[in-house]
């Protein structure tokens, strides 16, 4: 282990000490109320209680689960969406112009009001939070990919259908590795949204999940449990991050170290 990475593990380290730390001291001295703020070691002893005897609405496992397939359906779904239109738009550039308004008024629209509008039309299932994650993934997919298609190097492009490669040929072996880099970017925010879309329909309506524990912790002004569900969210994301960097390694293994990787490693 390099000695820059023994820093940044000791100062993550301290972090976590000293928030965590002066939350759980201030709200012992009473200085913060830990009715309304919580307490790690409260938050613990939830989290605890959970493993042991589950929740109000089963297994805190049937909880995670429900809201990781939701979230990884919708993952995959919104991503193979948003890679698809985004190529297709970046390389037709009138469909692009045409659809340019009806996608912006889209995007615009508060997600709460489509989580609303998806349940009404698919009902409490498991359908109605993987559209809405999907459809939250979409874009942010999407946007990264279509502008990665249009910083495609014109030359590669060009030596290419001189060489005689057909269309479908050069968005294969040229535009798709060139907008790699966009793509895979896009996928760390991603699954972030596709989280959020899941939960945000779980609180909207759901039977099963983590957003139906945390709300249910809310109405029961339980900060404790409230947190508790936010930390195994938390963890959940570190975890996708960490799976997307080892799909970002191998996907661009072809591609020149840079300066700042190189000092980070």
């Given at each position: 282990m390099t000695r820059r990475k023994l820093q940044v593990y000791g100062a993550q380290a301290a972090v976590f000490v000293v928030v965590f730390?002066?939350?759980?001291?201030?709200t012992s001295l009473k200085i913060v109320d830990p009715f309304f703020f919580g307490q790690p070691s409260g938050v613990v002893r939830t989290l605890v209680d959970w493993v042991r005897h589950g929740t109000s609405f089963g297994s805190i496992w049937l909880q995670i689960s429900v809201t990781m397939e939701e979230a990884v359906f919708g993952f995959l779904i919104g991503t193979a969406a948003g890679v698809l239109v985004g190529v297709l738009l970046g390389q037709v550039r009138f469909l692009a112009t045409v659809l340019s308004p009806y996608i912006k008024a889209v995007n615009a629209l508060p997600r709460i009001v489509l989580g609303e509008l998806f349940i009404i039309v698919l009902g409490l299932g498991i359908g109605?939070?993987?559209?809405?994650?999907?459809?939250?993934?979409?874009f942010?997919?999407?946007?990264?990919?279509?502008?990665?298609?249009r910083e495609v190097d014109g030359n590669l492009v060009n030596n290419a259908r001189v060489l005689g490669a057909s269309r479908l040929q050069v968005v294969r072996s040229v535009v798709i590795p060139s907008a790699m880099t966009w793509i895979i970017a896009s996928l760390h925010v991603a699954f972030g949204?596709?989280?959020?879309?899941?939960i945000v329909g779980e609180i909207l309506g759901a039977q099963h999940g983590l957003g139906v524990v945390i709300t249910?912790?809310?109405?029961?002004?339980?900060t404790n449990g409230v947190f508790a569900g936010m930390i195994i969210i938390g963890a959940i994301a570190l975890v996708a991050e960490w799976l997307?960097?080892?799909?970002?390694?191998?996907?661009?293994?072809?591609r020149?170290?840079?300066v700042a990787e190189a000092a980070a490693a």
């Open positions: 730390g002066g939350w759980q001291l201030l109605s939070k993987v559209v809405l994650a999907g459809f939250l993934v979409f942010v997919v999407f946007f990264n990919a279509f502008q990665g298609v949204f596709a989280v959020i879309g899941a249910n912790s809310g109405n029961n002004f339980d997307i960097s080892l799909l970002e390694r191998r996907l661009l293994a072809w020149p170290q840079t």
